[in-house]
Every structure is written in C-alpha cells, then in structure tokens.
C-alpha cells in the first residue's frame, strides 16, 4: 500500500508556471507507475500525464503536451509535474495516483489517490 500527499498548487497568473510534487510513503515507490489526473467544477476527473516506473516514459494528454512535464526520482519516492504556459482552463483540483499496472488513461484504473491540490489560474 502506498499514501500520497500532493504540494504545490496555488493562484498564478495566466502564463506562468508552478510546480507540482507529490510524495510516497513507503519502500516500493518504483513498483508503481505514477499518473496526474485533474478535475474541474462540474466536470469529470481527467487524465493529465502519466510515468513509467523507471521514469523512462512518460505520456500527456494532448491539452498539456509541450506544456507540463512529469518526472520521478524515486530516491525521494516523489513524482513531479512542472506546469509552463498555464491557461486559465487548467484550473483545477490535481491528484496524483499510482498503481502498479501499466499507465493509463482511466481513472479507475489506479488504485492509490492524494488528496488533491487547487491550482487555479487568473486570466
């Protein structure tokens, strides 16, 4: 079993960036593939990117693709997301999730959620 506690969010101005991290407790961090999913008033939960358990690969959904980045360091059991050229439909509740299938897109497919952390973007 794994916990998961997002950091990071905030209010930033569109344009900008942040910085998303998201730490795992125990041991058998790099069993897990690791995803970020997002999820909008009124809106279902979506897929925003998603790393293999080396760190090797990584797939983004194509709102996001060229703009956000996911990495790993597995020493720190921790999974990032750096967020450039943020728009104002990028605000949203993040969450980190993790299983130890392959990645995907689906929600229900992860097994281990965060709490969740506010990004809200300013136009």
């Known amino acids: 079993q794994v916990q998961l506690v997002e950091s990071g969010g905030g209010l930033v101005q569109a344009g900008g960036s942040l910085r998303l991290s998201c730490a795992a407790s125990?041991?058998?961090?790099?069993?897990?593939?690791m995803a970020w999913f997002r999820q909008a008033p009124g809106k279902e939960r979506e897929f925003v990117a998603g790393?293999?358990?080396?760190?090797?690969?990584?797939y983004y959904a194509d709102s996001v693709q060229g703009r956000f980045t996911i990495s790993r360091d597995n020493a720190k059991n921790t999974v990032y997301l750096q967020m450039n050229s943020l728009k104002p439909e990028d605000t949203a509740v993040y969450y980190c999730?993790?299983?130890?299938?392959?990645?995907?897109?689906?929600?229900?497919?992860?097994?281990?959620w965060g709490q969740g952390t506010q990004v809200t973007v300013s136009s």
């Open positions: 790393i293999s358990r080396s760190g090797a690969s990584a």
């Open positions: 999730a993790a299983d130890r299938g392959p990645i995907d897109q689906h929600s229900l497919k992860y097994d281990y």
């Open positions: 125990g041991r058998t961090f790099s069993t897990y593939v």
